[in-house]
């Protein structure tokens, strides 16, 4: 189908994503990976819950890891322009039909949360913490010195609608992968803060989040951090890379942590906050949209994902498929 044509002047202002909260089942397993491995800075610690940071943020979180029975994915989270933003937020998702609640969260002002069309459990926010910036505190590096948060990577088992209801909220498509005998689109890279994305959605069973994504200062912080998986027990983390991706040209890593949740590790982008940027289309068949150079991405890299608490999945509704490794 068709890429819709960008929402301009969209019901509420997102800004960009802000965080995640991931469900584990060691929260010391996940904090070695998290904080001594990726480098992650602790902003605040109990025996339920860990808050981290990366080197460039100033509010408060970006990640939460709590405590769990089963390792999922609780909550995606969008920071908002304004106050009135959120009134306009809960309106709107209301006349999608959708639930809505009035929550607190720690270290955050007022919290919505809701869902999309599939169950995704959002929520969205203006104020969170703020915090004294490290960015020059060099002493604190570690690990692969993640900056910032990036994007969200989810499969859908609708990619056609999920572009639709995310084109409404003012997400607007870089880039896409069109599946050339249906003409259905079969992933789409679509952004809020003028990156290549914010969120991503491929096709898949679904709703279930492929991956979180940090971006790093250069690819030399990739190769320092896959000596240091390769010589402290996570060798076997390491899932797909490094490589260069075509869609997006950034140079990428994925990992995965104690509980599987995949993490991609990222930089080397463009800027798109032009609002006439025309989308990019792939080919489902050409191999370079997901690697322009480097080994072939693994099966699982195509099939598994991170469940979100309570929400159920679907089969996709496009069964073709790109040629997928051994």
């Not at 965080?19 to 990976?33: G, I, K, P, Q």
């Not at 003028?194 to 991503?200: C, K, N």
């Not at 950034?250 to 993490?263: K, S, T, W």
Request: with cysteine.
């Amino acid at each position: 189908m068709p890429i819709p044509p960008p929402e301009l002047y969209p019901p509420f202002n997102i800004v960009r994503l802000s965080h995640v909260e991931y469900r584990v089942t060691d929260l010391a397993a996940s904090r070695a990976f998290y904080v001594d491995t990726l480098g992650l800075q602790i902003t605040h610690e109990d025996d339920q819950s860990i808050y981290l940071r990366a080197m460039e943020e100033r509010g408060h979180h970006c990640i939460i890891l709590t405590q769990a029975r089963s390792a999922n994915v609780a909550r995606l989270g969008f920071k908002l322009y304004d106050h009135a933003d959120l009134d306009k937020a809960e309106a709107w998702f209301r006349e999608q039909g959708r639930p809505t609640d009035w929550i607190n969260r720690p270290f955050m002002g007022r919290v919505l949360q809701t869902t999309d069309l599939w169950g995704i459990p959002l929520e969205f926010y203006v104020q969170m913490d703020r915090l004294p910036t490290m960015a020059q505190k060099y002493a604190l590096y570690r690990g692969v010195k993640p900056l910032r948060i990036d994007h969200f990577n989810l499969f859908s088992s609708d990619v056609d609608g999920a572009v639709a209801f995310y084109t409404q909220m003012g997400f607007r498509t870089t880039e896409y992968t069109e599946d050339a005998e249906t003409g259905k689109t079969w992933a789409a890279w679509m952004h809020r803060k003028g990156g290549v994305h914010d969120i991503a959605f491929t096709n898949g069973t679904g709703p279930r989040l492929h991956h979180s994504a940090f971006w790093v200062p250069n690819p030399l912080n990739i190769i320092d951090l896959l000596d240091l998986m390769s010589t402290t027990g996570y060798r076997e983390n390491i899932e797909r890379g490094p490589g260069r991706h075509g869609i997006s040209n950034a140079f990428f890593l994925y990992v995965r942590d104690p509980d599987g949740h995949r993490i991609e590790i990222y930089c080397s982008d463009y800027q798109t906050v032009d609002p006439d940027h025309e989308p990019i289309k792939w080919d489902l068949k050409d191999p370079q949209r997901q690697t322009l150079w480097g080994a072939p991405a693994p099966r699982s890299w195509f099939e598994e994902g991170s469940l979100f608490d309570g929400v159920d999945t679907s089969e996709p509704l496009l069964k073709a498929q790109p040629i997928v490794a051994p």
